[in-house]
């Protein structure tokens, strides 16, 4: 199975702030790399697939880039909402699999 | 809109079986695969299979092979997952999701069914 690593697993930040979760994979995945938020008690969201296609609905503060194994997650500019789990996962070999999670905080 | 809705908690002994029913609507029921995803408390997402609602083809994670089936009716455009000899690290939030793109794309998800196995 291709294992996905994020980093930092935690981060501490100000409304405002730029921020940026870091996704790898074990292997080569192309840029079939999808990101999803969660809040506790909710459910998934889908925030952007194929590593850098922005979900419909969702804010023009979340980007994506990255290809083959790395990729970034950013946030422009932390909103209050934004404060959250972010999970990446790679859809390019069954058994899709997903990143650990980053767990974002206010500071 | 696209809705995905699950059956409601089940409360289970170790050996026994849990089935999660899953009822789609507001799109056409089988033009999109559904995945089966679990979220262990506290922990992260994992993959538990996917079923084509067209032609009912599956295919399931390595670990759960043996005890895992997921079906579908197409008269009521609803996909039933059905985990057997259940062990406590089977307790968690079992979610239905919906495929947008046929590339894994989980766009849509259901609301979670809380399974607990509990001697």
């Known amino acids: 199975d291709i294992q996905m690593t994020q980093s930092p697993s935690s981060l501490s930040a100000s409304v405002g702030d730029r921020v940026t979760i870091t996704c790898r994979a074990s292997?080569?995945?192309?840029?079939?790399l999808n990101w999803y938020q969660q809040k506790p008690g909710k459910v998934p969201k889908l925030l952007i697939y194929?590593?850098?296609t922005l979900q419909s609905g969702v804010p023009s503060r979340f980007s994506g880039s990255g290809s083959g194994t790395d990729f970034t997650l950013t946030i422009s500019s932390l909103q209050p909402e934004d404060f959250a789990t972010y999970y990446c996962q790679q859809s390019h070999i069954t058994p899709s699999t997903f990143g650990q999670g980053t767990r974002l905080e206010i500071k | 809109q696209v809705q995905l809705v699950q059956s409601g908690a089940e409360v289970k002994k170790p050996g026994a079986s849990v089935k999660v029913s899953c009822k789609a609507s507001?799109?056409?029921?089988?033009?999109?695969?559904i995945h089966w995803v679990r979220q262990a408390p506290g922990q992260g997402l994992e993959w538990m299979g996917v079923i084509s609602p067209s032609g009912g083809g599956t295919s399931y994670a390595q670990k759960l092979q043996v005890r895992l089936t997921m079906t579908r009716d197409t008269s009521t455009s609803t996909v039933f997952m059905e985990l057997n000899s259940l062990r406590s690290e089977d307790t968690a939030v079992y979610y239905c999701?919906?495929?947008?793109?046929?590339?894994?794309?989980?766009?849509?998800w259901g609301q979670g069914t809380l399974v607990t196995v509990s001697s």
């Open positions: 292997q080569t995945i192309s840029s079939y």
């Open positions: 999701t919906r495929d947008g793109r046929a590339m894994g794309v989980f766009d849509y």
């Open positions: 194929a590593a850098s």
């Open positions: 507001g799109y056409t029921f089988t033009d999109h695969y």
